[in-house]
């Protein structure tokens, strides 16, 4: 069976920063991508807020050159999914992993850089439009909206600190909330009501987006009513929470409540000796890429660093 120093599982930001400084450490990662490479930023469109590029750069392309900056240094980027994980309690430890149901591979060390997926509607009409006006990330995407009316979905802390962000940047926000009071603190909920420009109607879902190409209106039902109504929208924001891609590592590696995986301190570090975890899997509040490419190197150094004390490298 093949055994490599590191085995890092997922190509976003964090899957790929952990590459370049293990790269250059010498451990020789090996990078699987996940079904999904290159992760969340490949269904962004524009990203302006990645420090090193004044003009902008487009997710996929952003990618792409992660993928090769890793590369240039040794790293080895294999399309497949790991499907399933054995993981080492002891020190020093092996730990196995099954890719695409099928090839077994050993690690000494293990990155898991797996991500988090946005949760949608699931409407017909929002999937056609995502990437056509249908977002789930105010923060990359709010700026094409600047002076543009659009709403947002969710009751959470996410929702709020989104819809304050968009009223900065749009001239209306109407916030959708399924129930008659909104999940978010009290202090975020303070901020949205005193937003003048947010408006927060309870007890309202989405009907349908409206728009062939782009999302041109929003057409809501209020569900004690059931009445039914439309607004003009130009830019649709789902704010219901994300989804951590943990299902695989769940009885092995400690997470909490919602299934982020659970880290030490300010560390990395898993509750399995030789395992890490970098990027959204471990981080429900900031999730931005640059956040993810930053606890990506301090995954690849925690990883040397482990190799170093077992006097492994
Ligand atoms: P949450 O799970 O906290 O909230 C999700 C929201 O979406 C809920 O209000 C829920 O409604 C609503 N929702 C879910 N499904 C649907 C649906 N199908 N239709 C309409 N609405 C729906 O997720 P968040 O992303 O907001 O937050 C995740 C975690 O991160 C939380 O612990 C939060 O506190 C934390 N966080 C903290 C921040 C901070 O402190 N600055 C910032 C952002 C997040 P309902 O209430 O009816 O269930």
């Known amino acids: 069976m093949e055994r ?8 976003g930001p964090a899957g790929y920063t952990a590459a370049i400084y293990a790269a250059r450490a010498d451990l020789k990662p090996v990078v699987y991508t996940g079904m999904e490479p290159g992760g969340q930023l490949t269904t ?16 996929p392309s952003m990618m792409v050159e992660l993928q090769q900056q890793a590369e240039r240094f040794g790293t080895e980027v294999r399309i497949g999914h790991v499907t399933e994980v054995n993981l080492s309690n002891e020190a020093g430890g092996i730990h196995t992993a099954v890719v695409d149901g099928a090839t077994k591979i050993e690690a000494e060390t293990v990155i898991i850089s797996t991500g988090a997926s946005a949760k949608y509607l699931g409407l017909p009409s929002e999937q056609r439009l995502r990437g056509g ?9 709010g700026f094409f909206y600047k002076g543009q009316e ?14 304050t962000y968009l009223a900065n940047i749009c001239t209306k926000v109407t916030m959708l909330v ?19 420009n947010i408006e927060v109607l309870y007890n309202t879902e989405v009907d349908e987006v409206l728009g062939e190409q782009v999302v041109e209106g929003l057409r809501m039902k209020n569900n004690q009513t059931n009445a039914v109504s439309e607004i003009p929208i130009t830019g649709l924001f789902i704010a219901i929470g994300h989804q951590p891609n943990t299902a695989i590592f769940k009885g092995q590696i400690d997470m909490d ?42 995954a690849a150094l925690d990883a040397e660093r482990y190799l170093g004390s077992l006097g492994a490298h």
Do not use: W
Not at 44 to 59: A, M, R
Not at 150 to 163: M, N, R, S
Not at 279 to 294: C, I, L, N, P, S
């Open 178 to 196: 399924r129930r008659d009071v909104m999940r978010a603190s009290k202090a975020m909920q303070h901020r949205v009501n005193n937003t003048p």
């Open 4 to 11: 490599i120093k590191c085995l890092i599982i997922g190509s």
């Open 257 to 298: 409540d919602a299934g982020y995986i659970v880290t030490e301190g300010k560390s990395t570090k898993t509750n399995r000796p030789g395992v890490f975890a970098s990027g959204d899997v471990q981080d429900k509040e900031y999730r931005q890429a640059v956040t993810a490419a930053g606890t990506g190197c301090m």
């Open 44 to 59: 962004t469109t524009e990203v302006d807020n990645f420090p090193g590029y004044p003009k902008g750069v487009d997710g």
């Open 133 to 141: 006006g249908v977002s789930a990330c105010a923060v990359c995407d």
């Open 150 to 163: 659009v709403a947002i979905v969710g009751a959470g802390d996410t929702a709020a600190e989104e819809a």
